[in-house]
């Protein structure tokens, strides 16, 4: 918002000096140039920060389902010996 009050300026100076020498159109640019440098210093670090969670994350997701992965086995193992150790009962009576 700041880069586009800005260039704002600079055209309001424009048409009030009725020239377009450096004098009048700098002051305006310049003011948009700060606030995308400022825009910038904010954004870069909340992506970086933001990629290093979501990372962070998607390591802590994978460990989750290899975990749940590993009681999913366990318990299909168990279902499968409750059911095949009675049909072994009936057919060694």
Known sequence: FGTVWGIMNAFIGISQAQTTNLAVVAPGIAEALLATAMG????????VI???FARSIAGYRQ???????GVERLVSRDLDFRTVAPAKQLAAE
């Open 63 to 69: 460990i989750l389902a290899d975990a749940s992965a």
């Open 50 to 52: 933001y990629n290093v």
């Open 40 to 47: 910038l210093v904010a954004a870069i670090p909340a992506v």
